[in-house]
């Protein structure tokens, strides 16, 4: 791997200098170039404005092409002259280092050489190094920021008071208890464990709470302990010297012990940040739609800052100038102020409100959400009064709301390819319907226009036969009942599915559809023999009478259809099991095994294209249809002995019979 | 009189009415007929009686029309000729029947009088 330029930076606020430089220089060595960014541990504690600043300079960094490499550590000279001679003893090919320079006043100017100095006498044989004065200091986080001082609440007080307390009971007891072992104790035994109770509230509640319990404890000390005891005063200057070393020693041990709990309370703060992270990213991967994504986000993200999060989505139909947007969770409130940060957020494309450059005012901070593809809308979180908002949180903000960015520009892609995939799917579906309904409709058709056409060419010829005129009549009015019934059923077939039809099911004898069916299909049938068997005298079944006459008729007349002339068909009545039943069965062949399941499968004669006798597809689907809406159903099965047996089963309870029977 | 008087027609068509009226006109003409509902049934018919032209649906229930027509074009020395009809009415289902060697194609429905046209231009 080759690099041609590497820029120094830290947390210094004239930073962007140096890249300028850089930047500057890029353009005509067309160069491959890294940013080394060196932060100290506690640079930017406190100070969350600069290290904002940092970032976007970062962040433009990386927009003209660079790579960053980020390191924290205490030392930044020495850390700068590792990763340089690291990259080195790599291989790399430095040819530019720019580096600032700060100038030192003072002694330290003298004594000190700077980082810059160091990197240029070490590395000038191998490449060029700029060095960049910068002006001013960095100023140095002052201690008391670096003493995160938190939320501070009636525990905190409460807390050195207890500390204290039990020091002097501890005392008290081996003041009582010590005498007999011979020894006498003194106001400095006494004044270590005053001190221990100082070290544990400092470490366990911060630094206010010990400050508060150094002085109480002095207090205590000097009241109870301390010659004339029971009073303030002190008599001895050794006294006076003791107990205000004391108080010199207590106070230090709390601002030590303040600071570490602070260290430790930013360590798991960025622990619980990366962890939280992580888990929203893996609860968001198996998100699939756009608003589960913000759901799972807002719920987690609320977790995490434990403040008031929200999404803003812009309203598709406005682009430029003032944009609406649709808000995630709804029920957010937003004042004129949070508005208009949110506009110069999206509009702009950065950071806005709370702590930000633009939009200054809002209790909110807003993030654009935003990828290669484009911005996908505004993340935002409200601020509530008087937190306190460490470094890291503009950081975590921007990776979260690239993150959601992502997340959005992922599902979106994938309910794109979806929709797609889907609408062939249906175009491909409705065009196999549509090439297997006008089959059907054009094979009667052509028997009708066929048998005509012959009929009119014999009468024009003058030699048509009583027979031929009658045959192709025949045929012509056959073909087109089948074409008739064929329409009926497409239609029903529709308004079934659309809904249209309403079902009203009442109390019927189950025979009178039997009744109605066999003496519609009396021409169809002719004198084919119909057995009708079972009792059900009495028995009353809720159904619509008239559509299942329809269904029967149907099943009836595909048996028919499907048998040889002559065959006897068994129409079977029966009550059993909480259900009544139809039977039908022919004596025809049956039907393949491999196709039991699929004869109430509209799609099916798809798979047949043009093969098929017109009109036999939507009958059988049709029957489906109806039978669930009466929660019923139809099914078919070979009877062991040849032949088809069609079911037609209603929910029934009995009660109906009884009741007749009485 | 019609190229048809004399010619021996096989219908090979699932569709009983079509058959029908095509039985009656073709008679009328004094063609010899013959006729079969399935593609085995016509594929046979075509080796023992050698029409002379077969009119061939597609559609049929053992076989689609587009395979039998190689096996009836090359069923023996003198080859029938074939009027294929169909329901189908596609340039792509059309090619294949005549790259297949289909001599002419009437798409259903049709009047008797084009069928007629279109047989005597294939038997000429």
Redesign the interface.
């Known amino acids: 791997m080759s690099l041609d330029v590497l820029v120094c930076i830290n947390g210094h606020p004239r930073s962007h200098m140096v890249l300028d430089a850089a930047l500057r220089k890029l353009p005509e060595t067309g160069a491959k170039w890294r940013v080394l960014y060196v932060q100290a541990p506690d640079e930017t504690v406190g100070n969350a404005r600069r290290h904002e600043r940092t970032m976007r300079l970062l962040q433009r960094a990386e927009e003209s092409g660079a790579e960053i490499v980020h390191l924290e550590v205490a030392d930044s000279g020495a850390a700068k002259i590792d990763y340089i001679q690291a990259c080195i003893d790599a291989g790399e090919d430095i040819s530019h280092i720019f580096v600032g320079q700060v100038q030192e006043n003072g002694l330290k100017m003298l004594f000190k050489r700077s980082t810059a100095d160091r990197l240029a006498r070490r590395f000038g044989h191998h490449a060029h190094v700029t060095i960049v004065p910068l002006e001013g200091a960095v100023a140095k986080p002052g201690f008391w920021s670096r003493v995160n001082l938190g939320v501070f609440t009636w525990e905190h007080v409460l807390a050195p008071v207890v500390a204290v307390a039990a020091a002097f009971l501890v005392a008290e007891c081996v003041r009582a208890m010590l005498p007999m072992i011979m020894h006498r104790i003194n106001m400095h035994n006494i004044a270590l464990i005053f001190l221990l109770a100082c070290v544990i509230v400092s470490l366990r509640y911060g630094l206010l709470s010990a400050l508060v319990a150094s002085a109480l404890s002095f207090g205590v000390i000097n009241y109870f302990y301390v010659v004339p005891i029971g009073q303030f005063n002190l008599s001895t200057l050794t006294d006076m010297i003791n107990i205000s070393i004391y108080l010199g020693a207590a106070l230090i041990v709390s601002f030590m012990g303040g600071h570490v709990r602070a260290s430790v309370e930013n360590a798991r703060l960025k622990e619980r940040r990366s962890r939280a992270l992580y888990d929203i990213h893996q609860l968001t991967t198996g998100a699939d739609n756009k608003h589960q994504v913000l759901e799972i986000l807002d719920r987690e993200v609320h977790k995490l800052f434990g403040m008031d999060v929200a999404f803003f989505m812009p309203n598709s139909d406005a682009q430029n100038g003032s944009v609406t947007f649709t808000r995630y969770p709804l029920n957010t409130e937003l004042d004129q102020k949070d508005l208009l940060a949110l506009q110069k957020c999206w509009q702009q494309g950065q950071t806005a409100g709370f702590g930000a450059l633009l939009g200054i005012g809002s209790s909110w901070r807003f993030e654009i959400m935003e990828t290669g593809q484009g911005k996908y809308g505004v993340f935002g979180v409200h601020i509530p009064m008087r937190a306190r908002l460490d470094p890291g949180f503009g950081q975590l903000m921007t990776s979260m709301a690239d993150h959601v960015a992502a997340t959005i520009e992922r599902v979106e892609l994938m309910n794109e390819m979806t929709d797609s995939r889907f609408r062939e799917e249906r175009e491909k579906l409705r065009s196999m319907l549509l090439s297997s309904v006008?089959?059907d409709l054009?094979?009667?058709?052509?028997?009708?226009?066929?048998?005509i056409?012959?009929l009119r060419?014999?009468r024009k010829?003058g030699?048509i036969t009583e027979e031929?005129e009658d045959?192709?009549t025949e045929?012509a009015l056959?073909?087109a009942q089948r074409l008739d019934s064929f329409i009926t059923n497409i239609l029903s077939m529709t308004r079934i599915e659309s809904g249209e039809i309403e079902f009203s099911t009442s109390e019927h004898d189950p025979m009178d559809s039997v009744r109605t069916v066999l003496k519609a299909l009396r021409p169809r049938l002719k004198d084919r023999p119909v057995k009708v068997m079972g009792d059900t005298a009495g028995v009353r079944v809720m159904m619509d009478s008239m559509m299942t006459t329809q269904v029967l008729q149907n099943i009836i007349d595909n048996a028919a259809k499907y048998s040889p002339e002559g065959a006897a068909i068994d129409v079977t009545l029966e009550v059993s099991e909480g259900y009544f039943r139809y039977h039908v069965r022919d004596h025809g062949p049956g039907i393949p095994d491999d196709m039991l399941d699929r004869v109430f499968d509209k799609y099916e004669r798809l798979n047949k294209?043009?093969?098929?006798?017109?009109g036999t597809g939507l009958g059988l689907a049709i029957a489906k249809s109806v039978m669930r809406a009466q929660d019923g159903d139809v099914t078919v099965a070979n009877h062991p002995e040849g032949g088809a047996i069609f079911t037609l089963h209603f929910p029934y309870d009995g009660s109906e019979r009884m009741e007749a029977a009485q | 009189m019609s190229v048809i008087e004399n010619a021996k027609i096989l219908v090979i068509d699932d569709t009983p009415s079509i058959r029908t009226f095509l039985r009656i006109s073709m008679m009328d003409y004094g063609a010899t007929f013959h006729e079969a509902s399935t593609a085995g049934e016509g594929h046979k018919l075509c080796e023992t009686e050698e029409p002379d032209l077969v009119i061939l649906d597609l559609g049929l229930p053992d076989k689609d029309g587009l395979d039998l027509l190689p096996d009836i074009v090359g069923a023996n020395g003198s080859a029938p000729k074939v009027v294929v009809l169909s329901v189908r009415n596609d340039r792509r289902t059309r090619e294949i029947a005549y790259e297949r060697g289909a001599s002419g194609y009437v798409t259903k429905p049709f009047i008797m009088e084009d069928l007629i046209e279109t047989i005597e231009h294939v038997l000429r």
Request: no cysteine; net charge negative; glycine share 4%.
């Open positions: 006008s089959h054009k094979t009667p058709l052509a028997s009708i226009i066929g048998s056409s012959v060419s014999l010829a030699r031929q045959t192709l045929t056959d073909e294209t043009d093969s098929q006798v017109a």
